[in-house]
């Protein structure tokens, strides 16, 4: 199954951040990428994108490594099919043999950033829970590498359920069109020394 065009659009982060940064696949080079927009854009996920001049930005973060520009964004109307999507997720799929982003806890320091690895990952999900904390967060619950881990959703994910109690299993249904099988994970921009893990698409 070839993809329609080579950008595919999966979700967005704007965590600790001034501007809001697209999450991409790259389907000709197999990755994903952080496209930071030239001015706020809402578009629909999955979808396929059409990028002009696309680029690394001038300066990399060592803690976002894959953040690019782009001159011009243009969004393809004919849609991703889902079964490409599971593909694209579970060719970029990261290893459970690491933890999710490939380093322990819910945040790690700046200062252990060195550009070495990803900041945005494809995780597979086994036993995927939602945890509506007191607080408002919302959680993801999933088993990894034999062990639950718990991160948070983005706020503009977040915002597409309504629940006050934990979700799981057939309960899925109830908010969406089924299990996911896959989540996108970033971390967000450096705030007061460290960078957090978030959930930013489910699929």
């Known amino acids: 199954m070839?993809?329609?065009a080579r950008y595919l659009l999966l979700g967005s982060i704007a965590e600790n951040s001034l501007r809001r940064e697209l999450i991409v696949a790259d389907t000709a080079k197999r990755r994903l990428l952080r496209l930071q927009l030239p001015a706020d854009t809402e578009l629909e996920v999955p979808?396929?994108?059409?990028?002009?001049?696309?680029?690394p930005t001038n300066d990399i973060d060592p803690a976002r490594p894959e953040q690019i520009r782009a001159t011009t964004m243009r969004r393809i109307s004919r849609p991703p099919k889902p079964k490409?999507?599971?593909?694209?997720?579970?060719?970029l799929a990261q290893t459970e043999e690491l933890p999710p982003l490939f380093l322990p806890g819910p945040s790690v320091a700046y200062a252990r950033?060195?550009?070495?690895?990803?900041?945005?990952?494809?995780?597979?999900?086994h036993d995927p829970i939602l945890e509506p904390q007191l607080d408002g967060k919302l959680?993801?619950?999933?088993?990894?590498?034999?062990?639950?881990?718990?991160?948070?959703l983005t706020k503009e994910l977040a915002s597409r359920f309504d629940v006050n109690t934990s979700v799981g299993g057939r309960k899925w249904k109830l908010v969406r069109d089924g299990i996911p099988s896959y989540a996108v994970a970033a971390y967000s921009a450096p705030f007061e020394g460290y960078c957090k893990k978030w959930i930013v698409a489910l699929y």
């Open 2 to 4: 070839k993809p329609v």
């Open 47 to 55: 979808t396929y994108l059409d990028l002009e001049n696309a680029s």
């Open 84 to 91: 490409l999507v599971a593909a694209v997720l579970d060719d």
């Open 113 to 125: 950033f060195e550009a070495a690895f990803p900041s945005v990952v494809s995780l597979a999900l």
């Open 139 to 152: 959680l993801l619950g999933f088993l990894w590498h034999g062990q639950r881990h718990h991160l948070p």
